[in-house]
């Protein structure tokens, strides 16, 4: 992966490089952004879910789409009941 560079103001910088030492065992500054950048990532996936349970009406339309290829997923796979007599009760 190429290396780029870029400009932050000191006090940025030294406050990432405190969150770096803090938070993340003292990686260095670029794995500190990338763990950040993660973190971003994660919390607006979170956020979106929120937002989903909150609306009943996209709630059960996302729960029937899901349905959809959840049932999908199985399609010409063997039941487990008659690849597996054995096991049977």
Avoid: C, W
Wanted: net charge negative; glycine share 6%.
């Amino acid at each position: 992966m190429a290396t780029t560079s870029m400009q932050l103001d000191s006090g940025l910088r030294d406050e990432l490089a405190e969150i770096a030492e803090r938070d993340f065992h003292g990686v260095p500054l670029g794995e500190a952004v990338r763990r950040l950048v993660k973190e971003y990532k994660i919390n607006r996936i979170i956020r979106r879910y929120e937002e989903l349970r909150a609306d009943a009406e996209e709630r059960a339309s996302y729960q029937a789409e899901a349905r959809l290829t959840d049932d999908a997923a199985g399609d010409g796979l063997p039941d487990t009941r008659e690849e597996y007599p054995e096991y049977n009760r």
